[in-house]
């Protein structure tokens, strides 16, 4: 089946560096998104892909569908305390079931 | 609107035991699915469903069965729990392709 594979798989960084994250398949995706889990709590939708090449911001939050329609990557600048928590990239694929797969995720720690 | 609610949110089950986690959404969605979080695995899908009375499996779907009799419901049963159940499961609800979590439930199977 549809794998995603994230990395890092964790990060610990100094308040204030950016930070880059991304995800991967041998499978094509329709659409990509990016969550954010807050420690204690359900995933939140941070932004959506829809095309190959869209690069897309929410804040200070900036992620790009890839070309190959395989890859997408997440930034996020000048990182701040609240930004701790794990990441999650997830893929829509072109079954009509529509699933999401989701990637392993990535732990952020922020060091103020 | 309370969005997706999960209740319990902390169970602790012994071996063989069964029970239900209940998922409710107030947001009319017709789309729900059910995940368990497992440490470097990520979110994993077990069941899903695209409207009342109808459901398919995901991902991992052994040892769990789920039913939708209404929209708003979607109630999760270990039929009968092991440890490798221990984890913490995620019931959601979307809207386009924008998926609403509940907030989970942590389940320890000793």
């Known amino acids: 089946g549809q794998q995603l594979n994230q990395s890092p798989q964790s990060m610990f960084i100094q308040e204030g560096e950016d930070v880059s994250m991304n995800c991967t398949s041998s499978?094509?995706?329709?659409?990509w998104l990016w969550y954010k889990q807050d420690p204690g709590e359900g995933p939140v939708l941070l932004i959506a892909l829809y095309k190959a090449g869209e690069l897309t911001s929410n804040g200070r939050l900036t992620a790009q569908f890839g070309i190959t329609r395989k890859d997408s990557f997440l930034n996020i600048s000048a990182s701040i305390p609240s930004d701790v928590g794990i990441y999650f990239c997830?893929?829509?694929?072109?079954?009509?079931?529509?699933?999401?797969?989701f990637g392993q995720g990535t732990t952020l720690q922020v060091k103020p | 609107n309370a969005g997706v609610t999960q209740t319990p949110k902390f169970q602790v089950l012994k071996t063989g035991q069964s029970m239900t986690l209940q998922c409710a959404q107030d947001?009319?969605?017709?789309?729900m699915s059910w995940y368990r979080q497992d440490p470097g695995m990520g979110l994993r899908l077990i069941h899903y469903s695209v409207g009342a009375g109808i459901t398919d499996q995901g991902e991992v779907p052994n040892g769990y069965n789920v039913s939708r009799s209404t929209t708003e419901d979607f109630p999760l049963r270990l039929l009968s729990a092991a440890p490798s159940q221990t984890s913490v499961y995620f019931c959601?609800?979307?809207?386009?392709?924008?998926?609403?979590f509940g907030p989970g439930t942590r389940l320890t199977v000793l």
């Open positions: 499978s094509i995706f329709n659409t």
């Open positions: 947001m009319n969605h017709e789309y």
């Open positions: 959601a609800s979307r809207e386009g392709i924008s998926e609403f």
């Open positions: 997830a893929g829509l694929g072109s079954s009509n079931t529509g699933k999401l797969i």
